[in-house]
């Protein structure tokens, strides 16, 4: 409090006794606790266990239950491997994703998986992952023909940003997904219906082709009738043919999106394949959204990469040289303009680090010495700093000559 007198500010700053008491104790309080304390040196912080709690560098898993959803679907339980050090199962936020680290015919690769189970799901120890059978998928087709119970697994800390957040989403949120895309809208109804996730509404707006495709049809219909105020289903189905009730004919759209959702009070997460996106990115614009609330799940690798609005498509089928260099070691691998460098690093049997496949974790991170590359411009999240000192992420890059490139070793 100030006040003026005789032409001087007289300040008065009036105190909670208790408060200056406390702190004249300060300092011989502190000197009491060091007296007390053992002077063995500490083996442990709490802080540190939490941590690694937290963000295990890797998981030792094996797969418990294998459950076919649908003929090209199946959900997979994932445990602790008894035979590890895995004892617990690290948390996660429903929307995050697993990379998992499979061997191949002896070629080390690795794939984001989303998690489909809820979050608390993981304290009870087991995850649940929902893979779509692709054909011309490299590793989906493997782990459908191959896997069995007690196959072993090895598996990141859970990452990714696909998820909710009250700071920055609006309560009400709209979940737009297609095909195996509905696996991380799964795992948040999960968790609004445990009431563990704090928001007003979730629509889903899940589209399949047929019928038989639709996944998890019995649980989210169970998940809204227990919670019909928080959770609403609706159906796309693109087929020519349709019985299901209730459901939605052709592609989600502006329109049937505007039919069932408050657009201006609502924040969006979409996942599911590049077709859809590609689709999906038309309807969006015509709903006037702010970037800030869209949210996409991230793109893995874009399939048909020649077609894709932008590549260079006259480098389609030429193949370039990479001498890459991983700590002290060289090697000169063959690669194909249209794969990743990281594809090409894996085929060549390297193992370098990676996880999201997407551009966004960082973690394959890389420097290009010499060449030049193709990067997805919507893959580009790296830093200003990166691309000014020729940094790059071998997932979402493309050689577009003879390159020279530094690799971080595999974690
Ligand atoms: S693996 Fe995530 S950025 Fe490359």
């Known amino acids: 409090m100030s006040k003026k007198e005789n032409d001087k500010f007289i300040i008065t700053v009036k ?6 008491f406390a702190f004249t104790k300060l300092i011989p309080n502190r000197k009491k606790r060091f007296q007390k304390a053992s002077s063995e040196p500490i083996t442990s912080d709490p802080m540190n266990e939490l941590a690694r709690k937290l963000h295990p560098r890797r998981q030792y898993l094996i797969v418990s239950e294998i459950k076919d959803e649908t003929k090209t679907t199946k959900t997979i339980k994932l445990i602790p491997d008894p035979d590890s050090n895995t004892k617990e199962l690290a948390y996660f936020r429903a929307g995050q994703y697993l990379s998992l680290k499979v061997k191949v015919n002896g070629i080390s690769i690795t794939r984001p998986y989303s998690v489909s189970s809820s979050p608390s799901e993981a304290l009870n120890g087991f995850y649940e992952i929902t893979i779509k059978k692709v054909e011309d998928g490299y590793l989906t087709k493997y782990i459908w023909d191959n896997w069995k119970i007690n196959q072993k697994i090895i598996s990141s800390e859970p990452n990714g940003f696909f998820y909710y957040e009250s700071l920055r989403d609006k309560k009400e949120i709209v979940a737009i997904g297609g095909g195996s895309g509905i696996t991380p809208f799964r795992s948040m109804a999960k968790e609004i219906a445990e009431g563990k996730l704090d928001i007003k509404k979730m629509t889903i707006i899940y589209g399949s082709s047929e019928e038989d495709d639709i996944i998890f049809y019995d649980e989210l219909k169970e998940l809204e009738s227990k919670n019909p105020e928080k ?12 019985s299901l009730e209730g459901c939605e004919k052709g592609f989600i759209n502006a329109d049937i999106i505007k039919k069932y959702t408050d657009v201006n009070n609502s924040t969006f997460f979409i996942c599911g394949p590049q077709i859809m996106y590609e689709f999906l990115d038309k309807e969006i614009e015509k709903l006037n959204l702010p970037l800030k609330r869209v949210r ?25 040289n990479i001498k890459v260099h991983v700590g002290n070691a060289i090697k000169e691998i ?30 394959c991170r890389s420097r290009l010495i010499s060449g030049e590359i193709y990067i997805i411009p ?12 020729n940094f790059f992420h071998p997932c979402s890059s493309y050689p577009l000559s003879n390159l020279e490139i530094k690799v971080p070793r595999d974690a």
């Open 15 to 20: 105190s909670n006794t208790k408060d200056l």
């Open 231 to 242: 959770i609403k289903v609706v159906h796309v189905l693109s087929c020519e043919e349709v």
């Open 296 to 320: 996409k799940e991230i793109l893995g690798q874009i399939k048909d990469i020649v077609n894709y609005p932008g590549f260079p498509q006259d480098f389609a089928g030429k193949t370039f």
């Open 334 to 363: 063959p690669a194909l303009a249209t794969e990743p460098v990281l594809v090409a690093m894996e085929r060549a049997g390297l193992t370098p680090p990676s996880k999201c496949r997407s551009g966004e974790c960082g973690f």
């Open 378 to 389: 919507e893959s580009d999240k790296r830093r200003a700093a990166d691309k000014r000192f």
